[in-house]
């Protein structure tokens, strides 16, 4: 087994609303190994985004982070705001949901590469725009040369990702935190954005962990994927082994809430309940209010990590009592 | 969500920046020479001609020494527009400057400063400054000084709400996970954004200096005479308003419009940065 480009180890993070503390992130664990593709998936506020926040140390005070994130073996946290900034942006990058907000408006594109470059490169002003051509071309982005000086606002929704994959890009990191990054875009751009995002993965040796809420995404793209709720991961498997035999009523339930395979005009089965708020607190496994298979000892105690493959893990006591999907 | 495929930000009539920016030219004009548009000195007594209405030789008529009303309200422009940038200038970038470091770093320093503004908002701008140049004592230098301890306060208030904005948008999060320093992401990233509010604000703050330091130019707590201010011009005529309107009437005006070109100035440039976004 190489080793692990990224730990993280009971990361909680939280935060303050309403005068009260609660938990978006609620100590997870998990791995990232080089050139790997970690899919995490979950609904809406089930603490994706908050994760890779947390990873690059944007979570700001009063939110409040805790627990280990090991970045080659290296506590980013302990670390001193100067050295902070050499892993930022230079090993680990990250793109958003919504390129459109996460570009400065008042900066073309071509100047936010070269300022990417001159953060974190020795090479010279003349070489940064020659290599800031090259990253638009690599993006995808046609005539790159000449769109350079173009603002933001100049660009389609997909290009502007493009944009942002350039930038996130320029330093060569070796982790790539994407954030929901087709969410926004239209269907057909999202397909796009994926696979640039997969070959750039291949062609620069780099891991990429994807959030997304979007299962066909995580099948079609990722090795391995952990699947979160209500702040804490119910399973991670590779990708195939998920899909194929799932180990958490939840995972279980999102699959069967796939429209595929199915006869025509029959009703397609949902998780009943709705997810908890911030703040609702849960003794036992997050998704116990909401789950068929549940009995009284899964709303008792946070349920202990089982191991069901070598590479597949659950949070879910119920495991054996699962039916495989149809 | 669809997403828009926009080639140029919307086509506006730049019509209110235009008329504004001229009219702030043409006083500037004056301002830096007056000497060349005056027709006479605006200090030459001339006693045969004390109090005379509006005429050819004298289109604004004359005050009670008989000096030239257009002349002087010439001359005043550069005494006013002085007042406008000298008394604003450091507020802006030092206000500004503070606001940007609290809106950015918070903590006490943010406790402290909102207990600060609440102090200084619950006096009067006018009596503050009446207050600190009475303790100064009057003349330019000391009104530039006691507009300055105040208003950086308002500058320093809205640059942090500013940024405060700001901040919270993706991309000042994009620009921390890039590895950016602080500074580098208040003065390259967040600043640009943030300046549009900050601009408008020192355009109408400027048109409010001039009617403070008329104010007090009036009050006698400002330009000291023979010195040509619109207000102590206003202050002079105020005994003759009944007999002779004009000594009153023109500067009163050359105010409004100065304050006309600023506001005008100050909606265009907003109208401006808001079309780039």
Redesign the interface.
């Known amino acids: 087994m190489t080793e692990n480009l990224l730990e993280v180890h009971g990361l909680r993070t939280e935060f303050h609303s309403g005068g009260r503390r609660f938990a978006a992130v609620d100590g997870i664990d998990f791995a990232v190994r080089p050139g790997e593709i970690l899919g995490i998936v979950g609904e809406s506020g089930s603490g994706k985004s908050a994760t890779l926040?947390s990873i690059?140390?944007?979570i700001?005070?009063p939110g409040r982070v805790e627990g280990q994130i090991l970045w080659r073996g290296q506590d980013i946290q302990g670390l001193a705001?100067a050295a902070?900034?050499?892993?930022?942006?230079?090993e680990i990058?990250?793109i958003?949901?919504?390129p459109t907000?996460?570009?400065?408006?008042?900066?073309t594109i071509g100047q936010q590469i070269r300022?990417?470059l001159a953060?974190?490169t020795d090479l010279s002003a003349t070489e940064r725009q020659r290599r800031a051509i090259e990253l638009l071309d690599l993006v995808g982005i046609p005539a790159a040369a000449r769109r350079l000086d173009d603002y933001p606002?100049?660009f389609?929704?997909?290009i502007r990702q493009r944009a942002?994959i350039a930038?996130?890009l320029a330093a060569k990191p070796a982790l790539l935190l994407a954030d929901e990054p087709t969410t926004?875009?239209?269907v057909t751009?999202q397909d796009q954005i994926i696979k640039l995002i997969l070959r750039l993965a291949a062609e620069l040796r780099m891991s990429v962990i994807l959030v997304t809420h979007d299962l066909g995404v995580v099948a079609e793209s990722c090795d391995r994927v952990a699947v979160m709720y209500a702040g804490r991961i119910m399973e991670t498997a590779p990708v195939a082994s998920l899909f194929q035999t799932p180990r958490h009523a939840y995972t279980l339930g999102l699959l069967q809430s796939i429209p595929q395979g199915r006869a025509p005009r029959t009703p397609l089965p949902s998780i009943p309940g709705v997810p908890p708020r911030p703040g609702d607190v849960t003794k036992g496994c997050g998704f116990a209010p909401r789950c068929s298979f549940a009995e009284p000892e899964c709303r008792s105690g946070r349920p202990e990590a089982r191991r069901m493959a070598p590479h597949h893990l659950t949070w879910c006591r119920r495991a054996d009592a699962l039916p495989e999907p149809a | 969500m669809t997403v828009a495929i926009d080639s140029a930000p919307p086509r506006r009539s730049h019509a209110t920046l235009i008329i504004g920016t001229v009219i702030l030219a043409v006083m500037l004009l004056v301002a830096l020479v007056p000497g060349l548009v005056a027709p006479y000195d605006p200090l030459r007594f001339d006693y045969h001609g004390t109090l005379a209405p509006p005429s050819l030789a004298h289109l604004f008529g004359t005050d009670m020494y008989g000096r030239d009303m257009l002349s002087r309200t010439l001359w005043a422009t550069r005494v006013d527009l002085q007042i406008a940038i000298f008394s604003t200038l450091a507020p802006v970038i030092i206000g500004s400057l503070i606001g940007m470091l609290i809106g950015y770093y918070g903590g006490i320093a943010d406790v402290v400063f909102n207990r600060l503004v609440d102090v200084v908002v619950t006096f009067p701008f006018l009596v503050l400054v009446i207050g600190i140049v009475a303790v100064l004592g009057p003349g330019l230098i000391n009104l530039y000084i006691a507009i300055g301890l105040v208003d950086w306060v308002f500058f320093a208030r809205l640059a942090r709400a500013e940024i405060l904005v700001q901040c919270r948008l993706d991309y000042a999060h994009a620009a921390r996970g890039l590895g950016y320093g602080p500074a580098r992401i208040l003065f390259r990233h967040l600043l640009p954004n943030a300046i549009g509010p900050i601009i408008t604000y020192w355009m109408t703050d400027m048109a409010l200096a001039i009617l403070l330091g008329s104010s007090l130019g009036y009050l006698g707590l400002g330009a000291q005479p023979p010195l040509a201010e619109w207000g102590t011009l206003i202050a002079d005529g105020k005994n003759f308003m009944a007999t002779a309107w004009w000594i009153t009437v023109f500067p009163g005006l050359a105010i409004v419009i100065a304050g006309f070109g600023f506001s005008l100035a100050g909606d265009g440039v907003a109208d401006l940065l808001r079309a780039r976004e």
């Open positions: 926040r690059l140390g944007l700001k005070p705001p902070l900034r050499r892993i930022r942006g230079a990058a990250m958003f949901q919504d907000s996460a570009l400065n408006p008042v900066l300022e990417s953060a974190h606002y100049q389609s929704g997909g942002m930038i996130a926004a875009l239209d751009i």
